[in-house]
Protein backbone atom coordinates (compact mmCIF):
# COMPACT_ATOMS: atom_id res chain seq x y z
CA UNK A 1 0.00 0.00 0.00
CA UNK A 2 3.23 2.41 -0.19
CA UNK A 3 5.20 3.70 2.63
CA UNK A 4 4.02 6.36 5.14
CA UNK A 5 5.71 8.77 7.41
CA UNK A 6 3.46 8.52 9.86
CA UNK A 7 1.27 5.25 10.81
CA UNK A 8 -2.38 5.57 10.15
CA UNK A 9 -5.23 5.82 12.18
CA UNK A 10 -8.95 4.64 11.72
CA UNK A 11 -12.20 5.83 13.37
CA UNK A 12 -14.87 2.96 13.48
CA UNK A 13 -18.99 4.56 14.30
CA UNK A 14 -21.56 2.36 14.38
CA UNK A 15 -24.00 4.81 14.66
CA UNK A 16 -27.76 4.66 14.74
CA UNK A 17 -28.12 6.48 11.73
CA UNK A 18 -24.43 5.78 9.52
CA UNK A 19 -21.78 3.35 9.88
CA UNK A 20 -18.55 5.02 9.00
CA UNK A 21 -15.22 4.39 8.80
CA UNK A 22 -12.57 7.69 8.48
CA UNK A 23 -9.01 7.27 8.16
CA UNK A 24 -6.48 9.97 8.92
CA UNK A 25 -2.80 11.21 9.50
CA UNK A 26 -1.34 13.17 12.40
CA UNK A 27 1.46 15.03 10.87
CA UNK A 28 4.43 16.24 13.03
CA UNK A 29 2.70 19.80 12.90
CA UNK A 30 -0.19 17.99 15.02
CA UNK A 31 -1.92 19.00 11.48
CA UNK A 32 -4.46 15.91 10.84
CA UNK A 33 -4.71 15.17 7.30
CA UNK A 34 -8.23 12.84 6.21
CA UNK A 35 -7.07 9.85 4.18
CA UNK A 36 -10.43 8.35 3.21
CA UNK A 37 -14.06 7.62 4.34
CA UNK A 38 -16.66 4.89 3.98
CA UNK A 39 -20.13 5.58 4.69
CA UNK A 40 -23.43 3.05 4.52
CA UNK A 41 -26.80 3.88 6.01
CA UNK A 42 -26.80 1.59 9.40
CA UNK A 43 -29.08 -1.15 9.86
CA UNK A 44 -28.91 -3.89 12.70
CA UNK A 45 -28.32 -0.95 15.17
CA UNK A 46 -31.61 1.27 17.18
CA UNK A 47 -30.15 4.07 19.87
CA UNK A 48 -26.57 2.76 19.44
CA UNK A 49 -27.36 -1.09 20.42
CA UNK A 50 -27.12 -3.59 17.95
CA UNK A 51 -30.36 -5.56 17.23
CA UNK A 52 -28.92 -7.06 14.15
CA UNK A 53 -25.72 -8.93 13.84
CA UNK A 54 -25.17 -9.64 10.42
CA UNK A 55 -26.86 -6.41 9.27
CA UNK A 56 -24.41 -4.58 11.47
CA UNK A 57 -21.45 -6.38 10.26
CA UNK A 58 -22.27 -5.94 6.33
CA UNK A 59 -22.59 -1.85 7.26
CA UNK A 60 -19.02 -2.13 9.09
CA UNK A 61 -17.59 -4.10 6.22
CA UNK A 62 -18.97 -2.54 3.27
CA UNK A 63 -17.42 0.84 5.43
CA UNK A 64 -14.27 -0.48 6.02
CA UNK A 65 -13.59 -1.55 2.11
CA UNK A 66 -14.91 2.06 0.99
CA UNK A 67 -12.31 3.69 3.34
CA UNK A 68 -9.33 1.23 2.29
CA UNK A 69 -10.18 1.76 -1.59
CA UNK A 70 -10.19 5.46 -0.89
CA UNK A 71 -7.40 6.01 0.98
CA UNK A 72 -5.12 3.28 -0.67
CA UNK A 73 -4.69 1.45 2.91
CA UNK A 74 -5.12 -1.76 4.26
CA UNK A 75 -6.96 -1.75 7.93
CA UNK A 76 -6.10 -4.32 10.48
CA UNK A 77 -6.89 -1.98 13.71
CA UNK A 78 -10.16 0.42 14.61
CA UNK A 79 -10.70 3.13 17.29
CA UNK A 80 -14.31 2.96 18.31
CA UNK A 81 -16.58 5.70 18.62
CA UNK A 82 -19.26 4.96 21.19
CA UNK A 83 -22.72 6.85 22.51
CA UNK A 84 -26.12 6.48 24.08
CA UNK A 85 -27.62 6.20 27.10
CA UNK A 86 -25.09 3.19 28.38
CA UNK A 87 -22.89 5.63 29.00
CA UNK A 88 -22.64 7.27 33.04
CA UNK A 89 -20.38 9.04 35.05
CA UNK A 90 -19.79 9.56 38.42
CA UNK A 91 -17.15 11.65 39.77
CA UNK A 92 -14.52 10.36 42.26
CA UNK A 93 -12.10 11.27 45.06
CA UNK A 94 -9.34 10.27 45.87
CA UNK A 95 -6.05 11.33 48.13
CA UNK A 96 -3.12 9.65 49.69
CA UNK A 97 -0.23 10.78 52.19
CA UNK A 98 3.02 11.96 50.96
CA UNK A 99 5.52 10.31 53.41
CA UNK A 100 7.43 12.98 55.15
CA UNK A 101 5.94 15.87 53.09
CA UNK A 102 8.48 17.54 50.51
CA UNK A 103 8.38 18.06 47.23
CA UNK A 104 5.27 16.00 44.92
CA UNK A 105 6.60 13.95 41.94
CA UNK A 106 5.39 12.47 39.06
CA UNK A 107 5.34 9.04 40.34
CA UNK A 108 2.95 10.76 43.18
CA UNK A 109 0.51 11.89 41.13
CA UNK A 110 -0.07 8.88 38.83
CA UNK A 111 -0.12 6.65 42.42
CA UNK A 112 -3.13 9.18 43.22
CA UNK A 113 -4.66 8.41 39.73
CA UNK A 114 -4.43 5.06 39.83
CA UNK A 115 -6.45 5.10 43.46
CA UNK A 116 -9.06 7.37 42.27
CA UNK A 117 -10.13 4.98 38.75
CA UNK A 118 -10.30 2.13 41.23
CA UNK A 119 -13.58 2.95 41.88
CA UNK A 120 -16.79 0.11 42.00
CA UNK A 121 -18.59 0.07 39.26
CA UNK A 122 -22.11 -1.81 39.35
CA UNK A 123 -22.23 -5.63 38.05
CA UNK A 124 -21.26 -5.90 34.84
CA UNK A 125 -20.10 -2.61 33.53
CA UNK A 126 -16.54 -1.28 32.53
CA UNK A 127 -14.35 2.13 32.68
CA UNK A 128 -14.49 4.08 29.48
CA UNK A 129 -12.51 7.22 30.74
CA UNK A 130 -11.05 8.37 33.98
CA UNK A 131 -10.48 12.07 33.72
CA UNK A 132 -8.69 14.10 36.42
CA UNK A 133 -10.99 17.37 37.08
CA UNK A 134 -8.04 18.71 40.00
CA UNK A 135 -6.05 17.94 42.21
CA UNK A 136 -5.59 19.30 46.11
CA UNK A 137 -2.60 19.65 48.36
CA UNK A 138 -3.39 19.53 51.94
CA UNK A 139 -6.49 22.44 52.01
CA UNK A 140 -5.73 24.01 48.94
CA UNK A 141 -7.84 23.51 46.11
CA UNK A 142 -8.53 23.35 42.65
CA UNK A 143 -4.90 22.97 41.71
CA UNK A 144 -3.99 22.29 38.26
CA UNK A 145 -0.89 20.56 37.99
CA UNK A 146 1.14 19.36 41.71
CA UNK A 147 3.91 18.25 40.57
CA UNK A 148 6.64 20.33 41.94
CA UNK A 149 4.64 21.69 44.79
CA UNK A 150 5.05 20.56 48.18
CA UNK A 151 2.64 19.27 50.73
CA UNK A 152 1.79 16.28 53.13
CA UNK A 153 -1.24 14.93 51.25
CA UNK A 154 -2.61 14.99 47.73
CA UNK A 155 -6.02 14.15 46.17
CA UNK A 156 -7.75 14.48 42.70
CA UNK A 157 -11.09 14.68 41.57
CA UNK A 158 -11.76 12.69 38.57
CA UNK A 159 -14.53 11.61 36.42
CA UNK A 160 -15.64 8.44 35.70
CA UNK A 161 -17.02 7.15 32.61
CA UNK A 162 -18.49 3.58 32.46
CA UNK A 163 -20.30 1.60 30.36
CA UNK A 164 -22.23 -1.92 30.22
CA UNK A 165 -19.83 -4.83 29.56
CA UNK A 166 -22.66 -6.43 27.23
CA UNK A 167 -23.08 -3.54 25.46
CA UNK A 168 -19.58 -2.82 24.58
CA UNK A 169 -18.77 -6.40 24.31
CA UNK A 170 -21.30 -6.44 21.33
CA UNK A 171 -20.02 -3.59 19.54
CA UNK A 172 -16.72 -5.31 19.58
CA UNK A 173 -17.76 -8.30 18.13
CA UNK A 174 -18.94 -6.62 15.05
CA UNK A 175 -15.64 -4.89 14.44
CA UNK A 176 -13.54 -7.99 15.24
CA UNK A 177 -16.32 -9.88 13.18
CA UNK A 178 -15.36 -7.43 10.29
CA UNK A 179 -11.70 -8.67 10.77
CA UNK A 180 -10.48 -5.99 12.46
CA UNK A 181 -8.76 -5.61 15.97
CA UNK A 182 -10.01 -2.84 18.33
CA UNK A 183 -7.13 -0.64 19.72
CA UNK A 184 -9.76 1.94 21.94
CA UNK A 185 -12.78 2.82 22.83
CA UNK A 186 -13.98 6.50 23.07
CA UNK A 187 -16.74 8.35 24.33
CA UNK A 188 -18.59 10.53 21.38
CA UNK A 189 -19.12 13.70 23.19
CA UNK A 190 -15.46 13.53 24.37
CA UNK A 191 -14.16 13.21 20.82
CA UNK A 192 -16.28 15.56 19.38
CA UNK A 193 -14.90 18.36 21.67
CA UNK A 194 -10.95 17.22 20.93
CA UNK A 195 -12.66 18.11 17.43
CA UNK A 196 -13.77 21.25 17.63
CA UNK A 197 -12.58 23.22 20.97
CA UNK A 198 -9.72 25.39 20.82
CA UNK A 199 -7.10 25.37 23.94
CA UNK A 200 -8.75 28.91 25.06
CA UNK A 201 -12.02 28.27 24.27
CA UNK A 202 -11.70 25.54 26.36
CA UNK A 203 -10.25 27.83 28.96
CA UNK A 204 -13.20 30.18 28.96
CA UNK A 205 -15.87 27.93 29.58
CA UNK A 206 -17.90 25.71 26.84
CA UNK A 207 -20.50 22.81 26.03
CA UNK A 208 -20.14 20.60 23.21
CA UNK A 209 -23.47 19.23 22.56
CA UNK A 210 -23.04 16.22 19.87
CA UNK A 211 -26.64 15.50 18.42
CA UNK A 212 -26.46 11.45 16.87
CA UNK A 213 -29.39 9.76 15.68
CA UNK A 214 -29.76 7.56 18.53
CA UNK A 215 -28.65 9.65 21.35
CA UNK A 216 -27.41 13.02 22.97
CA UNK A 217 -24.30 13.54 24.25
CA UNK A 218 -22.39 16.38 25.95
CA UNK A 219 -19.12 17.15 27.52
CA UNK A 220 -18.92 20.80 29.42
CA UNK A 221 -15.25 22.76 29.94
CA UNK A 222 -15.33 24.91 32.59
CA UNK A 223 -12.37 26.25 35.30
CA UNK A 224 -10.16 25.01 32.65
CA UNK A 225 -11.27 21.37 33.34
CA UNK A 226 -13.68 19.03 32.06
CA UNK A 227 -16.44 19.68 34.98
CA UNK A 228 -18.97 17.34 33.34
CA UNK A 229 -20.03 14.77 30.46
CA UNK A 230 -23.10 12.88 30.52
CA UNK A 231 -25.64 11.13 27.47
CA UNK A 232 -28.99 10.72 27.00
CA UNK A 233 -30.97 7.94 24.66
CA UNK A 234 -32.81 10.65 22.39
CA UNK A 235 -31.90 11.45 19.20
CA UNK A 236 -32.77 12.40 15.60
CA UNK A 237 -34.46 9.20 15.30
CA UNK A 238 -36.77 10.34 17.85
CA UNK A 239 -37.57 13.43 16.39
CA UNK A 240 -38.51 11.40 13.13
CA UNK A 241 -40.40 9.03 15.13
CA UNK A 242 -42.57 11.55 16.03
CA UNK A 243 -42.85 13.17 13.17
CA UNK A 244 -44.66 10.37 11.54
CA UNK A 245 -46.92 9.50 15.04
CA UNK A 246 -47.89 13.54 14.75
CA UNK A 247 -48.17 13.77 11.14
CA UNK A 248 -49.82 10.34 9.98
CA UNK A 249 -46.83 9.80 7.80
CA UNK A 250 -44.49 7.13 7.70
CA UNK A 251 -40.63 6.77 8.31
CA UNK A 252 -39.29 7.56 5.42
CA UNK A 253 -41.74 10.52 4.46
CA UNK A 254 -40.67 11.71 7.99
CA UNK A 255 -37.15 11.42 7.23
CA UNK A 256 -37.49 13.79 4.21
CA UNK A 257 -39.33 16.32 5.60
CA UNK A 258 -37.29 17.02 8.74
CA UNK A 259 -34.22 16.90 6.41
CA UNK A 260 -35.98 19.56 3.61
CA UNK A 261 -38.30 21.54 5.66
CA UNK A 262 -37.76 21.09 9.37
CA UNK A 263 -36.79 23.66 11.87
CA UNK A 264 -36.14 23.99 15.41
CA UNK A 265 -38.21 27.55 15.68
CA UNK A 266 -41.30 28.11 14.26
CA UNK A 267 -41.70 30.33 11.48
CA UNK A 268 -45.05 32.20 12.49
CA UNK A 269 -45.32 33.64 8.82
CA UNK A 270 -45.50 30.86 7.16
CA UNK A 271 -47.13 28.37 9.55
CA UNK A 272 -50.20 28.30 7.20
CA UNK A 273 -48.42 27.30 4.29
CA UNK A 274 -48.50 23.01 3.25
CA UNK A 275 -46.41 20.84 1.81
CA UNK A 276 -46.71 18.03 -0.77
CA UNK A 277 -45.81 14.75 0.31
CA UNK A 278 -43.88 12.34 -1.91
CA UNK A 279 -46.25 9.61 -2.45
CA UNK A 280 -45.59 6.27 -1.33
CA UNK A 281 -46.08 3.04 -3.17
CA UNK A 282 -49.27 2.33 -1.79
CA UNK A 283 -50.48 5.74 -2.36
CA UNK A 284 -51.18 9.40 -3.44
CA UNK A 285 -49.32 12.14 -1.98
CA UNK A 286 -51.29 14.47 0.13
CA UNK A 287 -50.20 17.87 2.02
CA UNK A 288 -49.22 18.51 5.66
CA UNK A 289 -49.43 22.11 6.92
CA UNK A 290 -45.39 23.42 7.69
CA UNK A 291 -46.50 24.72 11.36
CA UNK A 292 -47.53 21.67 12.48
CA UNK A 293 -44.20 19.94 11.15
CA UNK A 294 -42.28 23.07 12.74
CA UNK A 295 -44.17 22.52 16.01
CA UNK A 296 -42.99 19.29 16.44
CA UNK A 297 -39.40 19.49 16.08
CA UNK A 298 -39.75 22.68 17.65
CA UNK A 299 -40.88 21.09 20.83
CA UNK A 300 -38.74 17.68 20.64
CA UNK A 301 -35.29 20.08 20.07
CA UNK A 302 -35.89 22.38 23.07
CA UNK A 303 -36.48 19.08 25.06
CA UNK A 304 -33.73 17.53 23.99
CA UNK A 305 -31.61 20.67 24.39
CA UNK A 306 -33.30 21.39 27.82
CA UNK A 307 -31.86 17.57 29.40
CA UNK A 308 -28.40 19.26 28.85
CA UNK A 309 -28.99 22.55 30.35
CA UNK A 310 -31.04 21.52 33.62
CA UNK A 311 -28.03 18.91 33.85
CA UNK A 312 -25.81 21.75 34.21
CA UNK A 313 -27.92 24.02 36.16
CA UNK A 314 -27.83 21.16 38.62
CA UNK A 315 -24.26 21.57 38.80
CA UNK A 316 -23.63 24.76 38.73
CA UNK A 317 -22.27 25.43 35.34
CA UNK A 318 -24.09 27.62 33.26
CA UNK A 319 -22.39 31.22 34.32
CA UNK A 320 -18.62 29.27 33.95
CA UNK A 321 -19.72 28.67 30.33
CA UNK A 322 -17.97 32.28 28.42
CA UNK A 323 -17.36 30.31 25.17
CA UNK A 324 -21.26 28.96 25.09
CA UNK A 325 -22.83 26.22 23.06
CA UNK A 326 -21.12 24.51 20.69
CA UNK A 327 -23.27 21.90 18.69
CA UNK A 328 -22.21 18.77 16.74
CA UNK A 329 -23.48 15.88 15.08
CA UNK A 330 -26.22 15.16 12.40
CA UNK A 331 -28.66 17.07 14.49
CA UNK A 332 -26.54 20.16 14.47
CA UNK A 333 -27.69 20.88 10.71
CA UNK A 334 -31.47 21.22 11.62
CA UNK A 335 -32.70 24.57 10.07
CA UNK A 336 -33.09 27.10 13.54
CA UNK A 337 -31.49 24.72 16.14
CA UNK A 338 -28.36 26.90 17.04
CA UNK A 339 -31.29 30.08 17.35
CA UNK A 340 -33.09 27.59 19.75
CA UNK A 341 -30.14 26.51 21.48
CA UNK A 342 -29.22 30.34 21.99
CA UNK A 343 -32.53 30.28 23.50
CA UNK A 344 -32.72 27.42 25.79
CA UNK A 345 -29.25 28.28 27.28
CA UNK A 346 -29.53 31.75 27.19
CA UNK A 347 -25.43 31.71 25.86
CA UNK A 348 -24.17 32.06 22.73
CA UNK A 349 -23.88 29.37 19.96
CA UNK A 350 -22.51 27.66 17.21
CA UNK A 351 -21.54 25.17 14.84
CA UNK A 352 -18.44 23.00 15.74
CA UNK A 353 -16.26 23.30 12.83
CA UNK A 354 -13.37 20.59 13.16
CA UNK A 355 -10.08 22.68 13.49
CA UNK A 356 -7.02 21.81 12.12
CA UNK A 357 -7.82 19.50 9.85
CA UNK A 358 -7.67 18.73 6.01
CA UNK A 359 -8.49 15.93 3.62
CA UNK A 360 -11.30 15.14 2.52
CA UNK A 361 -14.14 17.62 1.90
CA UNK A 362 -17.17 16.09 3.00
CA UNK A 363 -15.71 14.89 6.39
CA UNK A 364 -14.03 18.06 7.04
CA UNK A 365 -16.87 20.84 5.97
CA UNK A 366 -19.28 20.08 8.76
CA UNK A 367 -20.03 19.07 12.40
CA UNK A 368 -21.26 15.59 11.18
CA UNK A 369 -17.85 14.07 11.31
CA UNK A 370 -16.48 15.53 14.31
CA UNK A 371 -16.77 12.72 16.61
CA UNK A 372 -14.87 10.61 14.25
CA UNK A 373 -12.11 13.30 13.40
CA UNK A 374 -11.80 14.02 17.35
CA UNK A 375 -11.26 10.17 17.61
CA UNK A 376 -8.65 9.81 15.01
CA UNK A 377 -6.70 12.80 17.04
CA UNK A 378 -7.20 11.26 20.64
CA UNK A 379 -6.06 7.93 18.34
CA UNK A 380 -3.14 9.07 16.88
CA UNK A 381 -2.02 11.55 20.36
CA UNK A 382 -2.06 8.23 22.21
CA UNK A 383 -0.07 5.79 19.76
CA UNK A 384 2.67 8.56 20.15
CA UNK A 385 2.42 8.58 24.10
CA UNK A 386 2.77 5.03 24.36
CA UNK A 387 -0.86 4.85 25.81
CA UNK A 388 -0.97 7.33 28.46
CA UNK A 389 -2.60 6.45 32.03
CA UNK A 390 -4.85 9.28 32.56
CA UNK A 391 -7.13 7.75 30.17
CA UNK A 392 -8.08 4.20 30.38
CA UNK A 393 -9.73 2.52 27.09
CA UNK A 394 -10.74 -1.39 28.05
CA UNK A 395 -6.84 -2.45 26.88
CA UNK A 396 -7.66 -5.66 29.31
CA UNK A 397 -10.94 -5.36 28.11
CA UNK A 398 -10.44 -5.83 24.70
CA UNK A 399 -8.16 -8.69 24.58
CA UNK A 400 -5.77 -7.22 22.56
CA UNK A 401 -2.17 -8.46 21.74
Known amino acids: MGFRDQPIVVALELGTTKTRALVGELREDNHLMLLGLGEAPSQGIRKSEIIDFDAALAGA ?12 VGIKQVNLLVSGGNLRTIMNSASI ?31 VHSIPQSFTINDQT ?6 GLEGDKIGV ?14 LVKVAKSASVDVEIIAASGLCAALAVLAPEEKQQ ?10 STNYIAY ?25 LKITLSQAERLKEQCGSAV ?3 RRRG ?29 EETLSLVRDELERKELLHHLGRGVVLTGGGAYLRGVTELAERVFNLPCQLGQPKDVSGVALATDGPQYASAIGLLRMAAQQNSRRKPKILSFLGSFLGNR
Not at 205 to 214: H, K, P, Q, R, S
Open 61 to 72: EYAIAQAEENAK
Open 97 to 127: PLEDGGEITREDVSHVLEVARTVNLPEDYEL
Open 142 to 147: EVLNPT
Open 157 to 170: KMLILYASSVWLRN
Open 205 to 214: GAVVIDLGGG
Open 222 to 246: ARQTIAAAGSFAVGGDHLTNDLARG
Open 266 to 268: IDL
Open 273 to 301: EHIELTPESSGRGRYVRLGDLQTITHHRM
